[in-house]
């Protein structure tokens, strides 16, 4: 084990309580932390005691907390919303940052227009003959620069002063660094002192451990939640990935970065905030590894309703017919598949699981497995599970935070995208290869999925770089990549797939919920649709079989009827991608 860091950061909000009781009473105080609304209102309670008028309010997503703190919309009729743009940011970046108030006003007309660069939302909340009640919220922000010198707007801390007070001093209003900046500051500051070898950092698992306070708020709107600690492990596993590719030399995005594992491990913690970086060993299968996740009350699997465990995943296929594919993980776990001849050998691969993050997909290829087998005319092979260290890391951190989305177990414990892995050794992708040459590959189904609520990086800058179209969802929808000539061939997949799947009970009725809500927020969907399925067709990126149809269920991380949903929706996915291809495979060129 190595420490790169190891430290003690003091509270914020018990250091503005010192500072103020240290200048004594008459001043009136104002201040933004990433804190939660109880602990600011007991700080305010104990300052009004000592004679101190202050008002304390959340550094993180201020507007929405406007709403939900102090906002009066009783008698309110509609909602106008003027915010701000920097030229630090992204141009949308303050309307993204409302999201997702329009589900929070019961219906109320919300309506959005583009204001000036003083880092304020001007808020009219129409009363009907009242005319227009004006507000104005301050959104604490400072352009800060990254260990790779690029800059970003990101929240902070911010301390207002007034009352001149028995010495005379003028009013203050100044951003200070809060423990929740400090802590990701101190944590990549020391990934940056470190001496790593000339070919960019490489390491077993870098671990960063953070015991912190903030703010975790469900909201009444879907899987929302406002979580800083959510927010903390985002930015700490990006950042960090972005760090380690840069070292390497590779250039912003490149999937085949392969430092090692990365892990935030952030906790919930009462004081002071304590950080620890670590580098330590390479993990084995089975350490740190206990307690079974429950897949629903009698761990069936139609009725799952959250991620099934590894040893059920491991019945299922035990369960398949045909001949077993396997291959091993890079800390050694096996990565199991099965290739089922069928009558027909029709060049069908389903996976799931690439992404360990993504959940619904191995239920759902299970269960068409399971259907497909049973009518045992076509052929297929399946592997449910491809990343199975990362679905052990993300069992880990959903016992501590069960609907968190948690990426930072998406790649492999190389750190690489398994999909993007371009050379031996093949590690977890020899299963893959190994199915699409027995079946000679015609068409992969690759199920997917995406956050289910708002995902953040709050000190790079809000929205997620590279990622900023994936940052709220907006439904479940298809994307199709093709190889040369096949444009017409996909177009016809696409919407036998898309009519089959709009089907399924419950998805048309969550499909426009979500768009909806995105469309109140951004305007309309990037994507066409078609029987109410958004989708994309394009050119494929990499070598592969002539067409891969990949799902987005906004999955990570639900549990209930909503996981329950998303694996239905992937099921009927497979299944109407093999009656297509059942009836086309002779016209579509194998692998």
């Keep these: 084990m190595v420490i790169l860091a190891d430290v003690v950061i003091p509270r914020s909000l018990d250091l503005l309580i010192a500072r103020c009781l240290g200048d004594g009473p008459g001043r009136q105080v104002e201040a933004w932390l990433f804190e939660d609304e ?18 304390l309010r959340s550094a993180y997503k201020p507007l929405l907390h406007f709403f939900l703190e102090e906002a009066a919309l009783d008698g309110v009729t509609a909602v106008r919303i003027r915010y701000p743009i920097h030229a630090a940011a992204n141009p949308l970046r303050f309307r993204m940052e409302a999201y997702p108030l329009a589900a929070l006003l019961d219906g109320r007309p919300l309506c959005f227009e583009p204001g000036g660069d003083d880092l304020h939302y001007e ?28 800059e970003g707007l990101s929240p902070c801390g911010w301390w207002r002063c007034r009352g001149a007070g028995p010495d005379g001093r003028p009013p203050e209003d100044e951003a200070f660094e809060t423990e929740y900046e400090a802590a990701f500051r101190l944590a990549m500051e020391s990934l940056d002192r470190h001496g790593w070898g000339e070919s960019g950092p490489r390491f077993g698992v870098l671990e960063m451990r953070v015991e912190t306070g903030g703010i975790e708020r469900p909201l009444r709107y879907g899987e929302e939640c406002l979580s800083t600690r959510e927010g903390l492990h985002e930015d700490l596993y990006f950042s960090a990935l972005e760090f380690c590719g840069a070292r390497a030399g590779l250039p912003p995005g490149d999937r085949r970065l392969q430092p090692g594992q990365i892990v935030p491990d952030i906790r919930h913690g009462e004081g002071p905030t304590r950080l620890r970086v670590a580098i330590l060993p390479r993990e084995a299968a089975g350490e740190r590894e206990s307690g079974r996740v429950a897949a629903g009350g009698e761990d069936e699997l139609e009725a799952a309703v959250r991620p099934l465990p590894l040893e059920r995943i491991a019945l299922e296929l035990d369960a398949l017919p045909g001949e077993q594919l396997e291959a091993l993980s890079v800390q050694g776990r096996p990565v199991r598949g099965a290739h089922v001849p069928g009558e027909a050998g029709i060049g069908l691969v389903v996976t799931a699981g690439q992404h360990a993050n993504e959940t619904s997909g ?111 969802p907006r439904g479940f929808f298809l994307i199709l990549r093709h190889g040369p000539g096949l444009e017409g061939m996909a177009g016809a997949l696409m919407c036998h797939v898309a009519e089959r799947v709009a089907d399924v009970p419950g998805l048309a009725a969550f499909n426009r919920r979500q768009a909806a809500l995105f ?71 194998a692998v």
């Excluded at 009827?561 to 996915?573: I, T």
């Design 362 to 472: 191995v239920v759902g290829a299970l269960r068409a497995a399971r259907v497909l087998a049973s009518a045992g005319r076509l052929g297929f092979a399946v592997i449910p599970l491809e990343n199975p260290d990362g679905y052990a890391l993300h069992g880990r951190f959903r016992r501590v935070h069960p609907h968190h989305m948690h990426h930072a177990a998406r790649y492999t414990a190389l750190g690489d995208d398994l999909e993007a892995r371009d050379g031996p050794p093949w590690h977890e992708k020899a299963a893959r290869l190994e199915a699409f040459r027995r079946t000679g590959a015609r068409l992969h189904v690759n199920l997917h999925g995406y956050p289910a609520h708002e995902w953040t990086r709050p000190l790079s800058g809000y929205l997620p770089r590279g990622f900023e179209a994936w940052s709220i």
């Design 519 to 589: 469309e109140a927020h951004l305007g309309e969907p990037p994507e066409p649709s078609h029987a109410g399925i958004p989708y994309s067709i394009a050119p494929r990126l990499r070598p592969g079989p002539p067409m891969s149809l990949v799902t987005e269920f906004p999955d990570e991380t639900i549990e209930g009827g909503g996981f329950h949903l998303a694996h239905a929706v992937q099921r009927e996915v497979v299944l109407a991608a093999a009656e297509w291809l059942e009836q086309e495979w002779s016209t579509v060129p």
């Design 38 to 55: 109880a602990a600011r209102r007991g700080a305010e309670e104990r300052l009004r005691a000592a004679g101190i008028e202050a008002r």
């Design 123 to 150: 808020i009219g909340l129409s009363r009907g003959a009242g005319g227009e009640e004006l507000h104005r919220v301050f959104a604490p922000n400072r352009v800060r620069l990254d260990l790779l010198g690029r």
